[in-house]
């Protein structure tokens, strides 16, 4: 009786989810990165009089998936922190200033998830929250005014699953890259010479000031359920996971 019991339990779940249609399923994660931050500025690039330093930043936050088959947008809150170092300003090998700066990270991110694998493309919102200057000496001081409260970039990554292999739970590795498409350095900013405070290594004139990340991203994901409508018609519905 019991073995009979479980086989009509069975057959009732598998009639259950061939009579509805999916329509819409959401999934949320949480999420961290880690790897090379910068403030990219040609000019500064181009100068002999100072080279830059590959820096390192990170990010801890969350998603939120809203998907359509294979097909969704992934929503990111981030909380990110960046640096930008330099070295041997006007040949000075003592001379290592950096720009430390703190953001809110909003990601809107067209994703494509098949074969355990993704690939995601689509902007991101940047709201500044802190941003510090060091110079050569040690000394430190608050510059956020010299930089913009906001700014926007373009984001592509790519990744698989690693963990898991269902909607209930999944852990997903993968690279993002990153790449500001508006400055970062406000008019203040631009009158004192930031991110550097050396006039003298813009030899080639003001140019405009990009953050940048490339590295690695890692979140765990947990499906919360669907919306569905049975194929015999009727009002749609929502199914937890």
């Known amino acids: 009786m019991q073995k009979i019991l479980i086989v009509a339990v069975t057959m009732m779940i598998s009639l259950a989810s061939i009579a509805q249609k999916e329509i819409v399923w959401f999934d949320i994660g949480l999420k961290t990165q880690y790897g090379a931050t910068g403030m990219y500025n040609s000019a500064i690039a181009d100068s002999d009089e100072v080279d830059y330093i590959i820096s390192k930043g990170y990010g801890l936050g969350g998603k939120l998936g809203i998907n359509f088959g294979f097909n969704g947008l992934a929503i990111d809150f981030m909380a ?4 930008q170092e330099f070295d041997n300003v006007m040949d000075n090998e003592n001379a290592n200033p950096k720009v430390d700066y703190k953001s809110l990270d909003l990601y ?4 494509n998830a098949r074969n355990l694998g993704y690939f995601e493309i689509g902007p ?5 929250r802190d941003v510090e200057f060091t110079d050569e000496l040690g000394a430190t001081a608050d510059v956020k005014d010299d930089f913009n409260s906001n700014y926007i970039s373009g984001v592509i990554g790519f990744g698989a699953n690693v ?8 852990g997903i590795l993968g690279l993002r890259f990153e790449y500001g498409f508006t400055d970062a350095v406000s008019d203040a900013g631009a009158e004192t010479s930031a991110p550097i ?10 140019k405009s000031t990009n953050p ?3 590295g690695v991203v890692f979140e765990l994901n947990w499906g919360v359920g669907a919306f569905a409508v049975a194929k015999c018609g009727g009002r749609p519905k929502f199914i937890m996971f």
């Open 108 to 111: 809107l991110l067209f994703r």
């Open 124 to 128: 991101k919102f940047s709201f500044v």
């Open 197 to 206: 405070y050396n006039p003298a290594v813009f030899t080639e004139g003001l």
């Open 212 to 214: 940048i990340f490339a």
């Open 163 to 170: 963990m898991g292999t269902d909607g209930a739970f999944s």
């Open 80 to 83: 990110s922190t960046g640096t």
